[in-house]
């Protein structure tokens, strides 16, 4: 068993994925397994992974028979790992050789932190070029409720999605479900089963373009990303975060006062979100109705 588990999802990364891997097989805490899940990918991404699972014995490779979403794939390689640690990496990001040994000094020397992430910088085509983002995500107040609250204020770009990991405090959620922000739930979840640690170098150096940021592709190609079999799987967002943001709530052993505070929070949120929940119904009705006018037209 090793300390850290790596799991990169790719689906077509042909592109960048080589030099992801290498980031990671670079690292100087060498105790770690890759353990790579290719969506059923059309371009070289089997032929290079093979290439690198055959020379490397920490590399696990797992290829998809067919594509399953991306929040499914997401899954799939903390589902297949084993290690006391687990980080996800994408396919198109690089890390600095002293990411893991860094996060996993933390995780180590404080047992009640549950991610340690570093400062994360935004690159297109050079990480010469890179920017640093300032996530404030820093989080070690004692209460879980002002923590939740503090993440759900500050969070962007989820780039602390990217630290490493508690497993054991993975094992008890959702994981990753096929809705958008389903990630920042996860991560406020977790919020609530420990604190949150920055390390204060830059160690993280995510890709961000039209080829690989989701917010930058059109509304089809996101709907595709999470749902490659176009089933209507992405109606109701809103209310999904919802109600996934309450179950999270739910499931995490609290104390009542911290139970109190935050379903205080959770109804401020509906609130907030009514315009979205109403804007909800009325695309499922849309569809309802376009769908009902096609048939009886036959």
């Known amino acids: 068993m090793p300390t850290v588990s790596v799991g990169m999802p790719v689906y077509n990364g042909e592109e960048f994925i080589c030099e ?25 991404s089997q032929e290079i992974c093979k290439d690198y ?18 929040s499914d794939n997401y899954n799939a390689v903390y589902l297949k790992s084993s290690g006391k640690y687990f980080k996800w990496a994408s396919c198109n990001d690089l890390i600095d050789p002293d990411f893991l040994k860094n996060c996993v000094n933390i995780l180590e020397r404080y047992p009640d932190v549950v991610i340690a992430f570093p400062k994360t910088k935004l690159f297109q085509t050079s990480i010469q070029d890179a920017e640093i983002v300032y996530d404030d995500l820093h989080l070690t107040d004692e209460s879980p409720c002002r923590r939740y609250e503090k993440f759900l204020e500050r969070v962007r770009l989820n780039n602390v999605m990217n630290g490493v990991i508690r497993r054991e405090a993975l094992a008890d959620t959702d994981l990753i479900k096929p809705y958008y922000s389903s990630d920042t739930v996860l991560m406020a979840e977790l ?10 170098n830059s160690y993280f150096y995510r890709r961000m373009d039209e080829k690989t940021a989701t917010h930058l592709k059109s509304a089809e190609e996101v709907v595709k990303h999470y749902d490659p079999e176009m089933k209507n799987l992405m109606l109701f967002q809103t209310f999904k975060l919802q109600y996934a943001y309450l179950k999270g709530i739910k499931r995490t052993p609290l104390r009542l006062r911290e139970k109190k505070c935050l379903y205080r929070y959770y109804f401020k949120q509906l609130r907030w979100s009514r315009n979205k929940l109403a804007n909800d119904l009325r695309e499922m009705l849309q569809k309802y109705y376009h769908k009902l006018t096609t048939h009886n037209s036959k």
């Open 20 to 44: 992801a891997i290498e980031s990671v097989l670079a690292q100087s805490f060498a105790d770690l397994e890759l353990v790579i899940s290719d969506n059923a990918s059309t371009d070289r």
């Open 53 to 70: 699972a055959s020379r490397d014995k920490r590399i696990k490779y797992i290829r998809n028979s067919r594509n399953i979403g991306a």
């Open 191 to 200: 919020a609530l089963r420990g604190k949150f640690y920055e390390v204060p």
